[in-house]
Nanobody
Framework: QVQLQEFGGGSVQSGGSLRLSCTAS????????KGWFRQAPGKEREAVAT???????TYADSVKGRFTVARDVAKNTAYLQMNRLNPGDTAVYYC????????????????WGRGTQVTVSS
């Protein structure tokens, strides 16, 4: 089973930036980190960004133009660059791996990291 670890969370002021990384072990062609999700207290887990096997990406409307997802296959690492952060971005961020048929559906991922807290103050 693939193991995932997120890094890079922390506290930042509104307008600042953070870069999250997700390192995967047990990497295979079909089981790399494909999705970034976040969950705020009392809210449902929501998709933030995804990157498919062909490199195509998708973003939630709330982060388009501010967040960028990328990957380094050689390092088995995915990245989420977050710019112009605002308090609405405060949440625990998770990376997920597996072979989901629908990348935006968290229920279709088989592996998850423990999450990293991102807190944005106004």
């Amino acid at each position: 089973q693939v193991q995932l670890q997120e890094f890079g969370g922390g506290s930042v002021q509104s307008g600042g930036s953070l870069r999250l990384s997700c390192t995967a072990s047990g990497y295979t062609y079909s089981t790399y980190c494909k999705g970034w999700f976040r969950q705020a207290p009392g809210k449902e887990r929501e998709a933030v960004a995804t990157i498919d096997s062909d490199g195509s990406t998708t973003y939630a409307d709330s982060v388009k133009g501010r967040f960028t997802v990328a990957r380094d296959v050689a390092k088995n690492t995915a990245y989420l660059q977050m710019n112009r952060l605002n308090p609405g971005d405060t949440a625990v961020y998770y990376c997920a791996a597996g072979s989901p048929q629908t990348l935006l559906n968290p229920n279709e991922y088989s592996s998850w990291g423990r999450g990293t807290q991102v807190t944005v103050s106004s």
